[in-house]
């Protein structure tokens, strides 16, 4: 059975409703990266930090999957389908992909702030001051920020070495190390870039440009491949 793994952006989320960090409408205007998205931002003010991502919480419980990510479901239905995601909103879960890695953290889960590797699901929608872990200490929201190292790269880095076709979706391919998971791809095997605003990538054997919204443009690829596999 082929090995698909697929890179999806937030173009996919933006349209369930989740607004994108990069457009001039996006989730991040009128707040300082810095002080909502860097570990400095939530030492000087954790009530501020917390307060943003509660937000955003309570907007992603609302927001359904689309047409982008039910595909991914029926891919699935026919290969190995591996989902590596830049976002960090719950929608390849609520739609039922089953093998999900999030590079930038999980929105829906909290981590202590003295020992990373206590991580928790956040139930409901807040998460206050004074929410500890079990050893006592402030609960952090399990987000990659500006200046953290990406810990799941190398997982990341191995599924595509591994991919018999690589689908990018929604991604601006400008926020690195994620951009650069392309360049672990194996030589000749097809490569799907789809993209309303398709971004800059170098020329390369069997790569498929495809400008269109990720609800139109993955569900095309997905009958297209499930297609060429029955024949």
């Known amino acids: 059975m082929k090995n698909i793994v697929v890179l999806s952006g937030a173009g996919i989320s933006a349209e369930s409703g989740i607004k994108t960090f990069r457009d001039s409408g996006g989730l991040w205007e009128g707040y300082d990266i810095q002080e909502v998205a860097t570990p400095e931002g939530f030492y000087k003010n954790p009530a501020l930090v917390l307060d943003f991502y509660n937000m955003r919480r309570k907007q992603a419980l609302t927001a359904e ?15 190995q389908v591996h989902v590596i995601t830049q976002n960090v909103d719950n929608l390849h879960e609520k739609a039922g992909s089953s093998q999900i890695l999030h590079l930038h ?9 003295s020992n990373p590797s206590l991580v928790y699901d956040v139930q409901g929608w807040e998460l206050k001051l004074g929410d500890t872990c079990e050893r ?9 920020w500006f200046g953290e ?50 971004p800059s990538i170098n020329a390369r ?17 997905v009958n297209q491949l499930i297609m060429n596999n029955e024949q």
Do not use: C, W
């Open 105 to 113: 953290g999980e929105l829906f889960k909290s981590r202590s702030t």
């Open 149 to 198: 190292a990406v810990s799941a790269m190398d997982q990341a880095i191995k599924e595509v070495r591994k991919a018999d076709v690589l689908i990018i979706v929604g991604t601006s391919m400008q926020v690195y190390p994620a951009a650069g998971l392309i360049d672990y791809a194996a030589q000749g095997i097809p490569i799907y870039v789809i993209d309303p605003n398709m």
């Open 65 to 79: 999957p689309n047409a982008g990510h039910l595909a991914l479901v029926e891919l699935e239905k026919h290969f």
């Open 136 to 144: 006592g200490s402030q609960l952090r929201p399990h987000i990659v």
């Open 205 to 221: 054997p069997n790569l498929h440009l495809i400008t269109q919204p990720a609800s139109i443009g993955l569900t095309d690829v």
